[in-house]
């Protein structure tokens, strides 16, 4: 009896075992992939993203699907707004994006417009989010392609894609739903403004704390040099984004440096003099650097950018403070004045002991021609001197010699000042003693004074400085006033010589 008992027992807890088997498979195939009807199996419908995007100068595009492209790629489009849908799962979808010149935009959901039309402001960056019984189940992968970079990495669930503050553009988006145990790869989804830091050694001092973007290194109005110093700044993906050196005093240009470098020397009491930057990576495509420094004795020069040279050579002026700005490409910024001055090179009137002749204002820009009141143009001064020698104003070489009805016999040589080519131009002289190529130096001897050519007051040179060598030796006289250091006419910028004499630059 006891055995039959037992057996009865093992017999019921058998079938409970199979009970809930069956009733587990049951389940599964009800809500994991499938359903009996008629007999057979039918597979479920899996959840679809369908997503539309607003392109620029397209207009709404037709919905793409499960990690499909929605918007352009290579044609440099901006994305304007999305609108996105789930479907065969229940729960939703939201999602904000970011907007240039707005920010972020409020939450919508399920097939609502997110961003603009005809407004022509690019969406930025995207959020993407589940909601409901679909978010318990499933997550939702996206990345995106941000113009003048690419596609950048999948992320999920809400994450940022796209860019902040860098005034980079959506171009196209992908979107798919997998199931919470598929793998997707993700990687870096967004990218930001790159930061730039400037630390600055100080003579007497040390090391300054380091400065921000835009912020002064250094110290002005101290007659401190700067002896050295150390850039940061990382591109989109961490790697170094900036190279950079120092022209240091007794030294000359050093090797370029990395981001985090030091450029000069400490403990040597030597001076930076001048400084060259260019941004590395991936953010040299899209942003410019501009870089200004304030040198001794002059002050703050203008800004130079992309490798250029911003200080001095040549005249033994310390740099005593720096400042750095990242500007988008493309985005306009006042550069100002030049950012590099050569002291190597310096000018001296042409003439011994020169003083204007019966022009008694300062013999430049234009005025009425007399007799006629029509415009003309006097683009030079009229000077004599204690002696008849006509010397260069600087070193250079022999642009041209010869003789014209205008100018008489005339010189004109080429030089360079902080690597522009600059040509000096000496008129009506009586002879002058130079050929075409040949090389002078500053105070040669080139001709003599003279009245030659359309002069009708007298002995005089008529000397002029100019940007472009002329080609027709037109020339306009007979002005009665002048003013101002530079003027542009017929395509030729001419430059007061007494300014370039005075300042060794050009105005």
């Known amino acids: 009896m006891l055995c039959h008992l037992l057996k009865m027992a093992e017999g019921r807890f058998i079938m409970k075992r199979l009970m809930k088997k069956w009733v587990g498979v049951l389940l599964f195939a009800l809500f994991a992939g499938g359903f009996l009807a008629g007999g ?3 597979k479920a419908q899996a959840p679809s993203v369908q997503y539309s995007s607003h392109v620029q100068n397209v207009g709404w595009q037709g919905y793409a699907k499960d990690g499909a492209t929605s918007g352009t790629v290579g044609k440099g489009y901006a994305m304007e707004a999305i609108k996105i849908n789930l479907q065969g799962v229940s729960g939703g979808i939201s999602y904000q994006t970011h907007l240039k010149n707005v920010g972020w935009t409020s939450w919508v959901s399920s097939g609502a417009q997110s961003g603009t039309t005809g407004q022509s402001r690019p969406v930025e960056a995207i959020r ?3 909601t409901g019984f679909a978010s318990t189940v499933y997550n939702v992968y996206y990345r995106v392609h941000v113009g003048d970079y690419g596609w950048l990495g999948w992320t999920r669930n809400g994450e940022t894609a796209g860019s902040i503050g860098c005034s980079m553009r959506m171009e196209a988006i992908q979107i798919k739903i997998l199931k919470k145990n598929q793998y997707q790869a993700t990687s870096k989804s967004y990218i930001t403004r790159p930061s730039i830091t400037v630390q600055s050694h100080i003579g007497n001092v040390g090391w300054q704390k380091a400065v921000a973007e835009g912020d002064v290194s250094g110290t002005v109005g101290q007659g401190r040099r700067i002896e050295a110093m150390t850039i940061r700044c990382s591109d989109f993906m961490g790697r170094n984004g900036i190279q950079y050196h120092a022209h240091v005093q007794n030294i000359g240009w050093q090797g370029w440096g990395n981001s985090g470098s030091v450029s000069g020397t400490t403990g040597r009491s030597l001076q930076i003099e001048a400084v060259q930057m260019k941004l590395a990576g991936d953010i040299a495509p899209v942003f410019d650097i501009y870089y200004r420094v304030h040198v001794g004795d002059i002050g703050w020069l203008g800004w130079a950018k992309n490798g250029a040279t911003a200080g001095t050579i040549g005249g033994s002026k310390r740099i005593e403070a720096i400042q750095i700005k990242l500007v988008r490409k493309g985005d306009s910024f006042a550069a100002g004045d030049a950012a590099y001055r050569d002291l190597s090179v310096s000018y001296q009137m042409p003439l011994t002991n020169a003083r204007c002749t019966w022009r008694s204002y300062s013999n430049w820009s234009w005025g009425n021609k007399s007799g006629q009141g029509s415009r003309v143009y006097h683009l030079g001064i009229d000077i004599i001197g204690s002696s008849d020698a006509v010397m260069a104003t600087a070193a250079g070489t022999v642009a041209r010699c ?7 016999n005339y010189v004109i040589l080429k030089h360079n000042i902080s690597g522009k080519d600059v ?4 008129a009506h002289l009586d002879s002058y003693n130079v050929r075409n190529g040949a090389a002078v130096a500053k105070g040669a001897r080139i001709g003599t004074v003279g009245n030659t050519g359309s002069s009708s007051r007298g002995k ?3 000397f002029a400085m100019m940007d472009t060598l002329w080609s027709n030796g037109k020339y306009f006289g007979y002005a009665t006033w002048f003013s101002g250091d530079k003027v542009s006419y017929g395509g ?7 300014y370039v004499i005075q300042n060794n630059r050009l105005p």
């Open 402 to 408: 010869g003789y014209s009805s205008a100018n008489g």
């Open 128 to 130: 993407i989010n589940l």
């Open 460 to 462: 005089h040179l008529h």
């Open 423 to 426: 040509y000096s131009f000496y």
């Open 492 to 498: 030729v910028t001419y430059y007061n010589p007494v």
């Open 40 to 42: 057979q199996c039918v």
